[in-house]
């Protein structure tokens, strides 16, 4: 590739596999981060954005300056506002009220129409879904349901599972992630347990999310709320496979943002609540699993989307 002939989206992807060697110094397995929030738009959430769009074209179901809709925590909003910019297209993403100002902040920079919705059930059809769908027909926008579309899935089984057993040398012991739509799980999932039977695919589901009773109802039937944001829900997203999973960690916030500052601050990575959430899963993983490899855990998106937190601010207090 002619590099001065590539847009931004030819970088997306290819995200490097760091070692964390003090977090994990005890631990029987070696435990890699891979590192999504070093994407351009600075989250995992960039690959999916892509994907989506570029079958949409393909299918010729995006005509030009058309506009794109999309229910978003925030971090898939940032990435199809990059593929909006190259693209020529617009963006309205509907946010549930709980995300963080920088996020909105973020997505209102990049010239994101943005529409607030009420922390709502998904039953309810003020849930941020639902708004998008509603959105989507009266206005005659593309919706790029996220939570329902398959190029979701098929990027990461096509392009972050192989990244990884490359990474690791064709070796994997486990794969740890939550499921915010479920794409990532799922698509990883797939991929690495077709060419390794032994693999462990992990969910880590924040204390107050139902997903990890539904996926293994062995576990607590709570749902409530919880402050880490993007992961977690009460239902199935209709992409997830929760078949591909093999055990579920429970993690609440306390745990996820302790682990948040031990991450910048013990191993130089600027990550977000979820990648505390998926390391203090990793580590009891590392600790409690038989695995024939290292552990590979999702860290997947910036802390630049948390500055005006509480948990973040309270960083500097200590």
């Given at each position: 590739?002619?590099?001065?002939?590539?847009?931004i989206?030819?970088?997306?992807?290819?995200?490097?596999?760091?070692?964390?060697?003090?977090?994990?110094?005890?631990?029987?397995?070696?435990?890699?981060?891979?590192?999504?929030?070093?994407n351009?738009?600075?989250?995992?959430?960039?690959?999916?954005?892509?994907?989506i769009?570029d079958?949409a074209?393909?299918?010729?179901?995006?005509?030009?300056?058309?506009?794109?809709?999309?229910?978003?925590?925030?971090?898939?909003?940032?990435?199809?506002?990059?593929?909006?910019a190259?693209?020529?297209y617009?963006?309205?993403?509907?946010?549930?009220?709980?995300?963080?100002q920088?996020?909105r902040?973020?997505?209102a920079?990049?010239g994101?129409?943005i529409?607030m919705?009420?922390?709502a059930?998904?039953?309810?059809?003020?849930?941020?879904?639902?708004?998008?769908?509603?959105?989507?027909?009266?206005?005659?926008?593309?919706?790029?349901?996220?939570?329902?579309?398959?190029?979701?899935?098929?990027?990461?089984?096509?392009?972050?599972?192989?990244?990884i057993?490359?990474?690791?040398?064709?070796?994997v012991?486990?794969?740890?992630?939550?499921?915010?739509?479920?794409?990532?799980?799922?698509?990883?999932?797939?991929?690495?347990?077709?060419?390794?039977?032994?693999?462990?695919i992990?969910?880590?589901?924040?204390?107050?999310?139902?997903?990890?009773?539904?996926?293994?109802?062995?576990?607590?039937?709570?749902?409530?709320?919880?402050q880490?944001e993007?992961?977690?829900?009460s239902?199935?997203?209709?992409?997830?496979?929760?078949?591909?999973v093999?055990a579920?960690?429970?993690v609440?916030d306390?745990?996820?943002?302790?682990?948040?500052?031990?991450?910048?601050?013990?191993?130089?990575?600027?990550?977000?609540?979820?990648?505390g959430?998926?390391?203090?899963?990793?580590?009891?993983?590392?600790?409690n699993?038989q695995?024939?490899?290292?552990v590979?855990?999702m860290l997947?998106?910036?802390?630049?989307r948390y500055?005006?937190?509480p948990?973040?601010?309270?960083?500097?207090?200590?």
């Open positions: 590739m002619n590099r001065h002939s590539s847009t989206l030819n970088h997306i992807g290819h995200t490097p596999l760091v070692l964390l060697k003090r977090l994990a110094v005890n631990a029987t397995v070696p435990i890699f981060g891979k590192c999504e929030y070093l351009p738009g600075g989250s995992v959430k960039d690959r999916i954005a892509l994907a769009v079958d074209e393909q299918r010729g179901l995006l005509r030009p300056g058309a506009t794109l809709i999309e229910a978003t925590a925030g971090n898939t909003g940032v990435g199809l506002a990059l593929v909006a190259v693209r020529g617009s963006l309205v993403c509907v946010m549930p009220e709980k995300m963080s920088d996020k902040g973020a997505l920079a990049l994101a129409g529409v919705a009420p922390n059930p998904p039953q309810d059809p003020n849930n941020f879904q639902n708004m998008a769908r509603r959105l989507a027909t009266e206005n005659g926008w593309f919706l790029t349901d996220q939570f329902a579309n398959p190029a979701n899935v098929r990027v990461h089984e096509l392009t972050t599972g192989p990244e057993l490359e990474q690791c040398g064709g070796r012991g486990a794969f740890v992630a939550g499921v915010g739509t479920g794409g990532t799980i799922t698509g990883v999932g797939r991929y690495l347990k077709r060419l390794l039977p032994t693999v462990k992990v969910l880590a589901d924040p204390i107050g999310s139902r997903l990890a009773h539904l996926v293994s109802p062995e576990q607590p039937d709570v749902d409530s709320s919880y880490v993007g992961i977690g829900g239902a199935i997203p209709a992409i997830f496979d929760p078949s591909v093999d579920v960690v429970r609440s306390e745990e996820s943002f302790a682990m948040v500052r031990r991450l910048l601050r013990e191993e130089g990575l600027l990550v977000g609540g979820t990648s959430t998926a390391v203090v899963a990793a580590l009891g993983v590392a600790e699993l695995l024939k490899g290292p590979v855990v997947a998106d910036s802390w630049d500055y005006t937190k948990w973040m601010r309270g960083f500097a207090e200590t």
